[in-house]
Protein backbone atom coordinates (compact mmCIF):
# COMPACT_ATOMS: atom_id res chain seq x y z
CA UNK A 1 0.00 0.00 0.00
CA UNK A 2 3.31 2.52 -0.11
CA UNK A 3 2.73 3.44 -3.67
CA UNK A 4 -1.31 4.12 -2.97
CA UNK A 5 -2.09 7.37 -4.73
CA UNK A 6 -4.91 9.25 -3.42
CA UNK A 7 -4.89 11.89 -5.59
CA UNK A 8 -5.25 9.69 -8.07
CA UNK A 9 -8.32 7.75 -6.84
CA UNK A 10 -10.07 10.74 -5.28
CA UNK A 11 -9.82 12.58 -9.09
CA UNK A 12 -11.27 9.14 -10.04
CA UNK A 13 -13.67 9.29 -7.78
CA UNK A 14 -14.51 12.89 -8.85
CA UNK A 15 -15.19 11.87 -12.46
CA UNK A 16 -16.89 9.13 -11.41
CA UNK A 17 -19.46 11.95 -9.96
CA UNK A 18 -19.33 13.72 -12.72
CA UNK A 19 -20.06 11.00 -14.95
CA UNK A 20 -23.41 10.31 -12.94
CA UNK A 21 -24.69 14.02 -13.29
CA UNK A 22 -23.62 14.75 -16.87
CA UNK A 23 -24.90 11.14 -18.29
CA UNK A 24 -22.21 10.67 -20.60
CA UNK A 25 -23.91 7.88 -21.87
CA UNK A 26 -23.61 8.98 -25.94
CA UNK A 27 -26.89 6.59 -26.00
CA UNK A 28 -29.42 8.70 -23.97
CA UNK A 29 -29.99 12.38 -25.36
CA UNK A 30 -30.22 15.10 -23.16
CA UNK A 31 -33.28 16.64 -23.91
CA UNK A 32 -34.08 19.56 -21.96
CA UNK A 33 -31.05 20.52 -21.08
CA UNK A 34 -31.16 23.73 -22.21
CA UNK A 35 -29.85 25.92 -19.22
CA UNK A 36 -26.76 28.20 -19.10
CA UNK A 37 -23.96 27.84 -16.79
CA UNK A 38 -25.89 26.17 -13.96
CA UNK A 39 -24.42 26.68 -10.47
CA UNK A 40 -22.38 23.59 -10.66
CA UNK A 41 -19.31 23.76 -12.18
CA UNK A 42 -18.68 26.05 -15.11
CA UNK A 43 -16.19 23.71 -17.20
CA UNK A 44 -18.59 22.06 -19.84
CA UNK A 45 -20.31 25.05 -20.53
CA UNK A 46 -21.88 26.25 -22.73
CA UNK A 47 -23.24 23.61 -23.76
CA UNK A 48 -22.48 22.73 -27.52
CA UNK A 49 -24.69 20.43 -30.52
CA UNK A 50 -22.20 19.62 -33.06
CA UNK A 51 -23.11 19.33 -36.64
CA UNK A 52 -21.67 17.94 -39.86
CA UNK A 53 -22.05 17.28 -43.56
CA UNK A 54 -19.37 16.95 -46.71
CA UNK A 55 -18.06 20.14 -46.30
CA UNK A 56 -17.99 21.37 -42.84
CA UNK A 57 -18.19 20.82 -39.03
CA UNK A 58 -20.50 23.16 -37.48
CA UNK A 59 -20.74 24.30 -33.69
CA UNK A 60 -23.78 25.75 -31.77
CA UNK A 61 -22.86 26.36 -28.64
CA UNK A 62 -25.81 27.83 -26.27
CA UNK A 63 -25.22 31.12 -25.07
CA UNK A 64 -28.04 33.70 -24.43
CA UNK A 65 -27.61 37.04 -23.22
CA UNK A 66 -23.62 36.97 -23.96
CA UNK A 67 -22.14 40.39 -24.57
CA UNK A 68 -21.09 39.97 -28.39
CA UNK A 69 -17.90 42.21 -27.97
CA UNK A 70 -16.99 39.70 -25.33
CA UNK A 71 -16.97 36.64 -27.88
CA UNK A 72 -13.67 35.42 -28.45
CA UNK A 73 -13.22 32.29 -30.94
CA UNK A 74 -10.55 31.00 -31.82
CA UNK A 75 -9.04 27.66 -33.71
CA UNK A 76 -5.55 26.08 -33.31
CA UNK A 77 -4.94 22.92 -35.45
CA UNK A 78 -8.23 21.10 -34.64
CA UNK A 79 -8.88 22.32 -31.17
CA UNK A 80 -11.60 25.53 -31.30
CA UNK A 81 -11.66 27.72 -27.85
CA UNK A 82 -15.14 29.63 -27.06
CA UNK A 83 -14.67 32.29 -24.64
CA UNK A 84 -16.99 35.05 -23.42
CA UNK A 85 -18.86 36.30 -20.96
CA UNK A 86 -22.75 37.10 -19.86
CA UNK A 87 -23.17 40.08 -17.62
CA UNK A 88 -26.08 40.07 -14.62
CA UNK A 89 -28.44 43.03 -15.40
CA UNK A 90 -27.44 46.21 -17.09
CA UNK A 91 -27.07 49.52 -15.00
CA UNK A 92 -26.41 49.21 -11.45
CA UNK A 93 -29.32 47.02 -9.48
CA UNK A 94 -29.12 47.03 -5.85
CA UNK A 95 -29.00 43.22 -4.65
CA UNK A 96 -32.09 44.07 -2.75
CA UNK A 97 -33.90 45.21 -5.41
CA UNK A 98 -34.20 41.32 -7.11
CA UNK A 99 -37.39 39.31 -6.69
CA UNK A 100 -35.62 36.18 -8.68
CA UNK A 101 -32.35 35.67 -9.82
CA UNK A 102 -32.23 32.20 -11.76
CA UNK A 103 -30.35 32.97 -14.86
CA UNK A 104 -26.85 32.26 -14.24
CA UNK A 105 -24.22 34.62 -15.59
CA UNK A 106 -20.23 34.96 -15.38
CA UNK A 107 -17.41 34.29 -17.94
CA UNK A 108 -16.97 31.12 -19.83
CA UNK A 109 -14.58 29.43 -21.79
CA UNK A 110 -15.11 25.63 -23.50
CA UNK A 111 -12.54 23.76 -25.59
CA UNK A 112 -13.28 21.27 -27.88
CA UNK A 113 -11.69 19.29 -30.07
CA UNK A 114 -13.12 18.54 -33.13
CA UNK A 115 -12.56 14.85 -35.00
CA UNK A 116 -11.35 16.30 -38.18
CA UNK A 117 -9.17 19.17 -39.71
CA UNK A 118 -10.50 22.16 -40.35
CA UNK A 119 -9.08 24.87 -42.28
CA UNK A 120 -8.07 27.50 -40.02
CA UNK A 121 -8.00 30.35 -42.26
CA UNK A 122 -12.11 30.07 -43.14
CA UNK A 123 -13.66 29.33 -39.58
CA UNK A 124 -16.63 31.77 -39.31
CA UNK A 125 -19.04 32.55 -36.57
CA UNK A 126 -22.43 34.00 -35.84
CA UNK A 127 -24.03 35.13 -32.92
CA UNK A 128 -28.04 35.00 -33.43
CA UNK A 129 -30.54 34.45 -31.05
CA UNK A 130 -28.63 33.45 -28.22
CA UNK A 131 -27.17 30.38 -30.48
CA UNK A 132 -23.64 30.80 -31.74
CA UNK A 133 -22.78 28.91 -34.30
CA UNK A 134 -19.44 28.40 -35.70
CA UNK A 135 -18.68 27.17 -39.01
CA UNK A 136 -15.71 25.14 -39.06
CA UNK A 137 -14.83 24.29 -43.51
CA UNK A 138 -12.92 20.84 -43.50
CA UNK A 139 -9.64 20.84 -45.32
CA UNK A 140 -9.37 19.51 -48.71
CA UNK A 141 -8.37 16.20 -47.11
CA UNK A 142 -10.86 15.34 -44.62
CA UNK A 143 -13.24 15.60 -47.11
CA UNK A 144 -14.79 12.44 -48.41
CA UNK A 145 -13.94 11.21 -51.99
CA UNK A 146 -16.11 9.57 -54.53
CA UNK A 147 -14.10 6.74 -55.63
CA UNK A 148 -15.42 5.37 -58.61
CA UNK A 149 -15.80 1.88 -59.26
CA UNK A 150 -14.84 0.24 -62.11
CA UNK A 151 -16.52 -2.48 -63.92
CA UNK A 152 -13.74 -4.76 -65.61
CA UNK A 153 -15.45 -7.47 -68.86
CA UNK A 154 -13.49 -10.30 -67.85
CA UNK A 155 -14.85 -10.50 -64.20
CA UNK A 156 -18.37 -9.46 -65.23
CA UNK A 157 -18.04 -12.76 -68.00
CA UNK A 158 -17.03 -14.96 -65.38
CA UNK A 159 -20.33 -14.42 -63.20
CA UNK B 1 -26.93 39.04 0.09
CA UNK B 2 -30.10 39.82 -1.77
CA UNK B 3 -32.50 38.92 1.01
CA UNK B 4 -35.28 38.33 -1.91
CA UNK B 5 -33.12 36.18 -3.95
CA UNK B 6 -35.22 32.99 -4.28
CA UNK B 7 -33.22 29.54 -5.24
CA UNK B 8 -33.99 28.65 -8.26
CA UNK B 9 -36.41 25.79 -8.83
CA UNK B 10 -35.88 22.90 -10.98
CA UNK B 11 -36.71 24.71 -13.88
CA UNK B 12 -35.89 22.26 -16.38
CA UNK B 13 -38.28 19.92 -15.57
CA UNK B 14 -40.50 19.33 -19.00
CA UNK B 15 -44.40 20.28 -19.32
CA UNK B 16 -46.66 19.48 -21.08
CA UNK B 17 -49.36 22.13 -22.22
CA UNK B 18 -53.35 19.90 -22.05
CA UNK B 19 -54.54 20.27 -26.12
CA UNK B 20 -56.15 18.40 -28.08
CA UNK B 21 -54.62 18.53 -31.57
CA UNK B 22 -51.30 18.16 -30.45
CA UNK B 23 -48.21 17.31 -27.11
CA UNK B 24 -46.19 19.52 -27.34
CA UNK B 25 -42.94 19.73 -24.67
CA UNK B 26 -41.85 23.17 -22.74
CA UNK B 27 -39.75 24.26 -20.36
CA UNK B 28 -40.05 27.22 -18.24
CA UNK B 29 -37.15 30.03 -19.10
CA UNK B 30 -35.02 31.25 -16.22
CA UNK B 31 -36.26 34.35 -15.24
CA UNK B 32 -34.37 37.30 -13.20
CA UNK B 33 -37.11 39.84 -12.15
CA UNK B 34 -36.18 43.12 -10.31
CA UNK B 35 -37.31 45.97 -9.63
CA UNK B 36 -36.74 49.80 -10.45
CA UNK B 37 -38.40 53.30 -9.52
CA UNK B 38 -40.69 52.74 -12.62
CA UNK B 39 -42.18 49.33 -12.10
CA UNK B 40 -40.52 45.74 -13.04
CA UNK B 41 -38.06 44.44 -15.12
CA UNK B 42 -38.62 41.19 -16.04
CA UNK B 43 -35.45 39.26 -18.32
CA UNK B 44 -35.80 35.98 -19.33
CA UNK B 45 -33.51 33.36 -21.36
CA UNK B 46 -34.94 32.77 -23.94
CA UNK B 47 -31.93 30.73 -26.61
CA UNK B 48 -33.01 29.97 -30.09
CA UNK B 49 -36.07 31.71 -29.90
CA UNK B 50 -36.68 34.46 -33.28
CA UNK B 51 -38.86 37.74 -32.89
CA UNK B 52 -41.79 35.83 -34.92
CA UNK B 53 -41.43 32.50 -33.06
CA UNK B 54 -42.05 34.33 -29.35
CA UNK B 55 -45.75 35.25 -28.00
CA UNK B 56 -45.31 37.65 -24.98
CA UNK B 57 -49.57 38.25 -23.62
CA UNK B 58 -51.57 39.99 -21.14
CA UNK B 59 -54.67 37.93 -20.67
CA UNK B 60 -57.02 38.53 -17.17
CA UNK B 61 -53.94 39.52 -14.95
CA UNK B 62 -51.73 36.40 -16.42
CA UNK B 63 -48.64 37.56 -17.95
CA UNK B 64 -47.67 34.65 -20.64
CA UNK B 65 -44.36 34.03 -22.58
CA UNK B 66 -44.64 31.30 -25.06
CA UNK B 67 -41.39 30.81 -27.43
CA UNK B 68 -40.78 28.27 -30.23
CA UNK B 69 -36.71 27.69 -30.24
CA UNK B 70 -35.24 26.41 -33.62
CA UNK B 71 -32.20 25.54 -34.61
CA UNK B 72 -30.90 26.80 -37.88
CA UNK B 73 -27.58 25.08 -38.40
CA UNK B 74 -27.72 22.67 -41.42
CA UNK B 75 -25.86 19.23 -41.57
CA UNK B 76 -26.68 16.33 -39.28
CA UNK B 77 -26.07 16.08 -35.77
CA UNK B 78 -22.59 14.39 -34.48
CA UNK B 79 -22.85 14.96 -30.97
CA UNK B 80 -25.37 16.60 -28.76
CA UNK B 81 -25.52 18.11 -25.50
CA UNK B 82 -28.50 19.85 -25.66
CA UNK B 83 -32.42 20.16 -27.01
CA UNK B 84 -34.02 23.11 -27.97
CA UNK B 85 -37.31 23.02 -26.43
CA UNK B 86 -40.37 25.84 -26.39
CA UNK B 87 -40.69 28.01 -23.66
CA UNK B 88 -43.80 28.45 -22.05
CA UNK B 89 -44.14 30.58 -18.38
CA UNK B 90 -46.74 32.38 -16.92
CA UNK B 91 -46.84 35.28 -14.18
CA UNK B 92 -49.58 36.66 -12.00
CA UNK B 93 -49.53 40.57 -12.65
CA UNK B 94 -51.32 42.14 -10.07
CA UNK B 95 -53.37 45.94 -9.92
CA UNK B 96 -50.11 47.44 -9.43
CA UNK B 97 -48.82 46.59 -12.73
CA UNK B 98 -50.03 49.03 -15.66
CA UNK B 99 -51.02 46.39 -18.04
CA UNK B 100 -51.53 48.91 -21.24
CA UNK B 101 -47.71 50.19 -21.11
CA UNK B 102 -46.01 46.78 -20.70
CA UNK B 103 -42.70 46.93 -23.50
CA UNK B 104 -40.75 43.70 -24.62
CA UNK B 105 -37.66 43.74 -26.14
CA UNK B 106 -36.00 40.50 -27.42
CA UNK B 107 -31.85 40.88 -27.83
CA UNK B 108 -29.32 37.74 -28.10
CA UNK B 109 -31.75 35.47 -26.76
CA UNK B 110 -33.01 37.88 -23.52
CA UNK B 111 -36.38 38.67 -23.76
CA UNK B 112 -36.34 41.75 -21.37
CA UNK B 113 -39.95 43.12 -20.08
CA UNK B 114 -40.63 46.60 -18.40
CA UNK B 115 -43.13 46.57 -16.27
CA UNK B 116 -44.36 49.93 -15.22
CA UNK B 117 -46.30 50.89 -11.86
CA UNK B 118 -49.78 52.00 -12.31
CA UNK B 119 -49.74 56.10 -11.42
CA UNK B 120 -51.88 55.40 -8.40
CA UNK B 121 -49.14 53.36 -6.51
CA UNK B 122 -45.70 55.18 -7.76
CA UNK B 123 -44.00 56.28 -4.72
CA UNK B 124 -44.67 60.31 -4.37
CA UNK B 125 -42.98 63.17 -2.67
CA UNK B 126 -44.94 64.92 -0.42
CA UNK B 127 -44.51 68.42 -0.21
CA UNK B 128 -44.43 69.88 3.39
CA UNK B 129 -45.58 73.18 4.30
CA UNK B 130 -44.64 74.94 7.23
CA UNK B 131 -47.54 77.13 8.39
Known sequence: ?159 | MAEKTVAAPDIQTPNTTESTRHHERYVAPPVDIHETRDGLVVLADLPGVAKEALAVRVDDNVLTIRGHARHAVPGDVTYREYELVNFFRQFELNDKVDQSRITADLKCGVLTLHLLKAEEVKPRQIEVRVG
Open chain 1, 1 to 159: MADWNHWQTLEMLRREIDKVFNETDSRSEPFFRTAFLPGRAARRYPLINLYADKEAMYVEALAPGVDPDTINVSVVVNTLSIAGEKRRVAGDVQPEAFHRSERATGKFVRHIELPVEVDENNVQADYKHGLLTVTLPKTEKAKPKQIAVQVSEESASTL
